[in-house]
């Protein structure tokens, strides 16, 4: 078994190796009862799923008065990402459930979502009996080797005697180390089997042992770079939130006075506010930052991993600096950017170790000068702000709907965003001041996301509003979730930024393929732009169907109402809300780097390419 993700999570209580001191709870119980008891005790909360044949002997004692409450999904795959985002919101580990075959394979997309983003994750499913395992029995799918690349481990579990040590190992796996996503796997005759449950079970993972604590000489030398640096760049990763490194990392930033960057999975782990804070780097990030890590002369990486979408072109990214790469997965150390200082250890120690060297740095009269630096930045934050142009034919504009909603909303609102240009306009006008209040599908990018993030987010965290932000696309791969909100007292709220396309792939229709637009328009009226774009005949219309699945619906298409429209869905909090905003088909996404390209490339808005001066002989 091998660590691959940045940060640490502190796990949910569970068994401890060598746990003979402690008194044993023994109880002659199914197997299927062996898990219910096993997920109570690691203190799973939530479980997401859908009964069916072969997992049908575990939902059986959940109506035993279990701790662990159920929630019947009405679709695999929103199972899987309402886990997700009840990890992403609540920093515990969320749990999905799932039958055999199609049950089973329909939880791949979430679990490689979760993959691909270290979100810690128990994916439980029923498999045929262990007699018919291999003979493509009725339902028969090898989940685990289905699930090995996108997973951090899988069990297959054929003794009920072994559910108690398997789902302890599974939560403690998932949850410490780089977070990830892991399945159980349990064949039905081991549920129906009778077998002693025995609580704390003995775990047995000899090869798993993650390293936290960085090594001393690796962080004195990062310390001394950091201070003998002129342009460096705090280059902050999603590790740092998992890590809960959030406050140390402001002591850091305020210590060393270097710039910020915060990319896409770590919005909210820095403030936006904050003057240190140059903004989200990649693709689609803002000037300062894009052009900040391309002109430095140190990078210091803290729980990130050189992203394609971060560094572009990566043989032209950042060809002046030297790198001090952090991470608690040695695999993501020099695998796409090679390291000066390659510190292995978790976010939350290595940022406390590097404190403290600073601070000895600092008391020897070795403190950095970033004032030239700083010039630079402000001229290039102050030059190339983000924004946007209200649309000619007075439609809404996408941007602004977007922004009030985040300026409307109560501070402590937690946003989810589905995955294309409302995704990128989520993370550039709303502001993140604190952590885990933005959840997005970052690194495989799943459209369908955002609702059922949603719905697992708002059931971690019942007392707080709970937004999210969906394209008309998106929306219609898993709305059909909001039916399980309103059954199940989960009231989210749903902005749908409905331009009758699938935006951002007509945005690079736009550019890139002569504005040929190829199977991209999703309503049912003529190929224009603006107010127009959605007239007529609405298919679906979005207030209809919120109305038909037990939400409140609502529509706005006039900018003058944009506000009370949303002050009215944030004042329902006895039901979901869905609030279809029909707005401007052509606006884009700037700032944007072209794939393919150098961060150099980058534009500002269409057409326009930044103007930066040079320092690179410095």
Request: aromatic residues 6%; proline residues 7%; charged residues 20%.
């Amino acid at each position: 078994m091998t660590e691959q993700a940045t940060g640490a999570h502190h796990p949910q209580p569970r068994a401890r190796n060598g746990a003979a001191h402690q008194p044993a709870t023994v109880e002659h119980v199914t197997g299927a009862q062996s898990l219910i008891r096993s997920l109570e005790e690691v203190g799973a909360e939530i479980v997401f799923g859908i009964p069916g044949g072969a997992i049908l002997p575990a939902y059986d004692p959940m109506m035993d008065s279990s701790k662990v409450r159920h929630v019947l999904v009405r679709h695999e795959q929103g199972a899987g990402h309402a886990a997700t985002g009840y990890a992403q919101a609540t920093g515990k580990v969320g749990v999905c459930m799932a039958t055999s075959g199609p049950g089973a394979t329909n939880l791949v997309t979430p679990i490689a979502d979760a993959h691909m983003d270290s979100v810690p994750l128990v994916a439980i499913t029923g498999q045929v009996a262990s007699k018919s395992i291999g003979t493509d029995a009725f339902q028969e799918a090898d989940i685990c080797g289905i699930t090995m690349p996108i997973t951090k481990h899988n069990w297959l579990v054929t003794d009920p005697a072994e559910i108690p040590r398997t789902i302890a190992e599974a939560f403690h796996v998932a949850s410490t180390g780089r977070p990830g996503p892991v399945l159980v796997d349990i064949a039905k005759d081991a549920l129906q089997a009778r077998t002693v449950f025995s609580w704390p079970p003995h775990t047995d993972l000899p090869g798993y042992r993650p390293v936290t604590k960085p090594h001393a000489k690796q962080i004195r030398e990062a310390a001394k770079l950091i201070t003998q640096a002129k342009r460096p760049v705090l280059y902050v990763g999603g590790g740092v939130m998992k890590s809960g490194a959030t406050a140390e990392l402001k002591v850091l930033a305020e210590l060393t006075g270097a710039p910020v960057t915060t990319t896409l999975m770590a919005l909210g782990s820095f403030p936006d506010s904050h003057p240190l804070h140059v903004g989200m780097p990649g693709m689609h990030g803002a000037v300062a930052a894009v052009t900040a890590l391309q002109k430095s002369d140190l990078i210091v990486a803290l729980g990130a991993r050189f992203d394609d979408r971060v560094t572009g072109r990566l043989d032209s990214f950042a060809p002046y600096a030297k790198i001090v790469h952090a991470d608690i997965d040695p695999a993501e150390i020099g695998k796409n950017r090679a390291a000066d200082v390659p510190i292995v250890g978790d976010a939350r120690e290595v940022i406390a170790d590097l404190i403290v060297a600073i601070q000895t740095e600092h008391a020897e009269g070795h403190a950095g000068d970033y004032s030239a630096w700083w010039a630079d930045l402000n001229r290039w934050r102050d030059t190339y702000p983000l924004g946007y142009d209200q649309p000619e034919d007075g439609s809404l504009s996408p941007q602004q709907v977007i922004q009030r909603i985040g300026q409307l909303a109560p501070p402590d609102t937690i946003y989810a965003a589905g995955v294309g240009q409302h995704q990128m306009w989520a993370s550039h006008f709303i502001d993140y001041e604190q952590p885990r209040t933005w959840l997005n599908s970052g690194g495989a990018g799943t459209m369908g996301y955002a609702v059922p993030a949603a719905m697992g987010a708002k059931a971690g965290a019942p007392d707080r509003t709970v937004w999210a932000i969906d394209g008309d696309g998106c929306f219609q791969m898993t709305n059909q979730e909001l039916v399980t909100c309103a059954l199940n007292d989960i009231p989210v709220k749903v902005a749908i930024i409905n331009n009758g396309a699938l935006g951002m792939v007509r945005q690079w229709q736009t550019l890139f393929y002569n504005q040929r637009y190829s199977n991209t328009v999703l309503h049912s009226g003529p190929e224009s732009s603006g107010k127009e774009a959605c007239a007529g005949t609405r298919v679906p219309d979005f207030v209809k169907l919120a109305e038909a699945m037990g939400c409140v619906g609502l529509r706005c298409e006039d900018p003058a109402q944009l506000d009370s429209v949303i002050e009215k869905a944030n004042s329902i909090n006895d039901r979901p809300v869905v609030v279809d905003f029909i707005v401007h088909q052509d606006a884009m996404v700037w700032p944007m780097v072209a794939a393919g390209t150098s961060n150099d490339e980058i534009l500002a808005a269409r057409g326009v390419r930044p103007d930066f001066g040079d320092n690179e002989d410095d």
